[in-house]
């Protein structure tokens, strides 16, 4: 198979209206459709670089986990599920994971190589890392939480925190299903949006 990096560099993508939404591109890449895949990719990859360069803070190790990020797109696209947010968002959080994976696998390659030439195979894993990110997504979470209504506030953490379904939000809340489908699709864009613009 063509690696799907290669077919958005390649693929005029055509066929396909600039107008179509990201989340019928995914479907479409979902069956395999190179144009679409194109298509979203040069829509989306601005956002996913700037968060992966966030983290990793080195422009050709962002570039690769880039392109980590666009094959899990290619392979996991048949299982997205627009319910659970948006196109942006799920973007958004699969660059987040896989920065933050490219990171911990550097640390721990510097850390084998650094054990080896010192001959001491027993020392403690570096955790000033694992922190540093920690404490890095804590503050982008709280930062896009907080500039939410309180509404889209509520129904997000009862959904994503308490593990709460849709129909089991507004059965807490006393609103239709519907609204809150409103609601927490709305306040998943301006998360999406607020973090984007601290990275």
């Not at 968060?51 to 997205?80: K, M, N």
């Not at 959080?93 to 911990?104: E, I, N, P």
Request: proline content about 4%; hydrophobic content about 40%.
């Amino acid at each position: 198979m063509v690696s799907p990096a290669l077919s958005a560099r390649t693929s005029t993508h055509h066929r396909i209206p600039d107008t179509v939404a990201n989340a019928e591109l995914v479907r479409r890449i979902g069956v395999g459709d190179r144009d679409a895949y194109a298509l979203l990719y040069a829509r989306t990859r601005p956002l996913v670089f700037g968060r992966v360069l966030a983290i990793v803070r080195d422009p050709d190790y962002a570039e690769e986990t880039c392109h980590d990020v666009y094959l899990q797109v290619w392979r996991s696209a048949a299982g997205f599920d627009e319910r659970r947010g948006s196109v942006t968002t799920w973007l958004w959080t699969l660059a987040h994971r896989q920065a933050v994976d490219r990171v911990r696998r550097e640390r721990a390659a510097t850390d084998r190589d650094q054990a080896w030439a010192a001959g001491d195979y027993g020392r403690p894993a570096d955790h000033v890392a694992d922190e540093v990110l920690r404490r890095h997504e804590y503050h982008c979470v709280r930062t896009g939480l907080a500039a939410l209504t309180p509404l889209q506030r509520e129904s997000l953490l009862l959904a994503y925190y308490h593990d709460l379904t849709y129909p089991q939000v507004a059965e807490r809340l006393g609103v239709g299903l519907p609204a809150v489908k409103s609601r927490i699709r709305s306040g998943l864009a301006q998360l999406a949006s607020t973090l984007a613009a601290a990275v």
